[in-house]
């Protein structure tokens, strides 16, 4: 068993073992089913106001906050990690949740939940409550007007979904990354997180710091086939699970994962126990391969 940080080489780094969090960056599937649970519930209705909990969470001055109020929800979007509300006369509610924003659909006028609450968007329809249970307050809001200023939030990863298989291999050889740090980063793929990153790696039979650059072409395609399986079948499950409701369990560790968060646990392939490298706040767990 091993704990480790990943150096500029793509070596392990050997030390002593960090307390994770359970919370981490909603991905790619996670997002997908809270536009979903969104668009019934808010599209095509009036956001009427917008009360603040914390001033620290909104991250922009012009347009003001109060021109969002009385503006119909004409659509719903993502951009990386971020999402986006669309409203009318060409204004953007941007919400980036970071690691511990959650959201939670709650009866019209719901009060902010004490120092957990940060924003409570009102609609005709209900009330989106935004909150983080974190001492350090990441999450942000950002109102914006135009489309071009709405691109400044585009960090230029490629949507998996959007691309072929040509496209993905010249992107992951642009730079010579570890695969777990090529598969995480916002300018190369989009929304693609730690916890979905170690799922992909496993399904794909490929170490988290194999090198891109030294990868065959079968082992490209294999990773590109590997990512848009995992996402596609976790975004089903998530959605299954959440049917007409609300996702209220958006958690970095859930017992269907195959290696994430299962840490000296047998892989459910091999059965060779599962390993870690820590590094800052983040996990990686694969298996030997």
Known sequence: MVNASINTAGRPIYSTPAPLSSTRVPEYPDLTVY???????????TLQ???????FLLRSVEPPLSSVNGKRVIGLSRIGKRL????EQQLFLVIHLMIAGRLQWKPSGARLPGRAGLAGFDFDSGTLVLTEVSTRKRASLHVVQGEHALKAFDRG?????AIHLDQ???RLRSENHTLKRALTDPRLFSAIGNAYGDEILHRARLSPVKLTRSMSGEE?????EAIRGSLTEWTQRLKAEVGEGWPEKVTAFRPQMAVHGRY?????VCRSPVQRIVHAENETNWRNM
């Open 264 to 268: 000296k646990e047998p892989c459910p």
């Open 168 to 170: 993905f291999a010249e």
């Open 35 to 45: 536009l979903q649970s969104l668009e019934p519930r808010v599209l095509g209705h």
């Open 157 to 161: 990863g490629l949507e998996i979904f």
């Open 84 to 87: 986006v509300i669309a409203l």
């Open 220 to 224: 490209i395609a294999r990773l590109f």
């Open 49 to 55: 106001r917008v009360r603040l909990g914390s001033p």
